[in-house]
């Protein structure tokens, strides 16, 4: 595909300002190495003018995406203060705002009257747009803000500092996306100023791009806890999902392989009472059932910040008790279902299977109840994301302990 294919054949400027949309629309659902295939075909001067109509997050994704010469293209190509803010972003983590920040325009200092102002506001709004004024000291640092509805109503003379704002919020430039997300909750300004650690004005954070992003972390971490990768969309071609989720099918099987060994190691006590086979995928789907509720919570805690310095252990109690209380209520069900199902084969053991399966059921549903809340913790600790392949290391936990303690207790009571 080509460019006059990308953007249309029509040369006039508002055809292809429409075309430079929908494709912009486009790539916005698509992941940034098929965004970057999609853009293959254009100039770096071009490519520059079309990453700069996207958002930071998108963009700055794409530009990752490229090779070093690549990379090195588009910042020669683009302005100098675009090309240092794109590589100053490219610095900061992917989870952090520092990807998202754009340079601040409207800096004013605090003398400067609102004459002033206005007629470098007026030379401003040509080429970007603006709605705050920043205000800051004689070494950078942030000390008020103003609104357009102020400079507008105040009187020329004025001094800035006499109108602005003072004590502004901001956010820091260490944040992650998630701390800011906390911090901005009740506030939905359009436009958040970003500091150092020294209060020093280093940028500016639209929040459009800051909701975004974590729309976007979290619609992925469904995919994550079962080995989909964030990059994959709808559109993504199907030899890179499958080149995506093969892996983790190949994990998850040697992880299956490892509960059917349970069952392989008790295959003579279920070829001496094959009603046992019958609740085999009964217990396994209880257990896996009470996991992944303990790790949906788990991780929409870490997502949210909920999890404070030393609860874990708090969290991993809490889910075993529920495990304990949840297997007991289910256990009692599906004993009963193995009482009636055994007295109708005519199994003398029917009392012995039914309390069997009532034991295994609460033991079950413990270690699966843990282990949802525990596995993200270990993920954590390790550096890893902890969504990442989450529900696959979990299957086995539940699995293996729903399987195995089932069967060792019939071989210990009834066999």
Not at 68 to 95: C, H, M
Not at 265 to 272: G, L
Request: with cysteine.
């Amino acid at each position: 595909m080509n460019k006059n294919e990308l953007l249309g054949s029509d040369n006039s400027t508002q055809d292809i300002d429409a075309q430079k949309h929908t494709l912009a629309t486009e790539i916005v659902t698509l992941g940034p190495k098929a965004a970057l295939e999609k853009l293959e075909q254009f100039s770096a001067t071009e490519l520059v003018e079309f990453l700069a109509t996207l958002s930071p997050a998108v963009s700055e994704e794409i530009l990752m995406e490229m090779d070093d010469q690549q990379r090195d293209a588009i910042f020669q190509a683009a302005p100098s203060g675009v090309s240092k803010q794109w590589a100053y972003n490219l610095t900061f983590d992917e989870d952090s705002i520092g990807r998202i920040l754009e340079s601040p325009h409207a800096v004013f200092r605090e003398n400067l009257t609102v004459s002033d102002a206005t007629e470098r506001i007026r030379k401003l709004v040509r080429n970007v747009f603006i709605t705050y004024g920043f205000i800051v000291d004689g070494t950078g640092k942030l000390i008020g803000v103003i609104t357009m509805r102020d400079l507008l109503l105040s009187q020329p003379s004025a001094i800035l500092s006499s109108i602005m704002l003072t004590d502004p919020f901001h956010l820091k430039i260490t944040d992650t996306v998630l701390d800011a997300m906390k911090q901005v909750v009740d506030k939905h300004f359009p436009v958040y100023p970003v500091c150092d650690e020294k209060g020093l004005l280093v940028g500016t954070v639209r929040g459009r791009a800051l909701f975004e992003m974590q729309a976007i972390e979290i619609s992925a971490q469904a995919g994550t806890m079962v080995g989909v990768e964030k990059e994959e969309r709808l559109s993504t071609p199907v030899s890179r999902s499958l080149r995506f989720r093969h892996p983790w099918l190949q994990l998850n099987l040697l992880t299956a392989f490892v509960a059917a060994g349970v069952v392989g190691f008790f295959q003579s006590t279920i070829d001496k009472m094959v009603v046992l086979a019958v609740f085999l995928p009964v217990l396994a789907g209880q257990s896996g059932n009470t996991g992944c509720q303990s790790l949906a919570v788990t991780l929409r805690g870490l997502t949210l910040g909920e999890m404070k310095r030393g609860g874990e252990r708090n969290l991993i109690l809490r889910e075993g008790v529920l495990g304990l209380f949840n297997g007991a209520l289910v256990g009692v069900s599906a004993g009963l279902g193995m009482f009636i199902l055994a007295y109708w084969q005519s199994n003398d053991r029917a009392l012995a299977l039914a309390l069997i399966v009532f034991l295994a059921m609460i033991g079950s549903c413990i270690v699966s109840g843990v282990s949802g809340a525990t596995i993200p913790l270990i993920l954590r600790k390790l550096g890893a994301d902890p969504a990442t392949a989450s529900s696959i290391f979990l299957t086995t936990a539940t699995d293996v302990a729903s399987m195995g303690m089932f069967l060792g207790l019939a071989r210990w009571l009834v066999v």
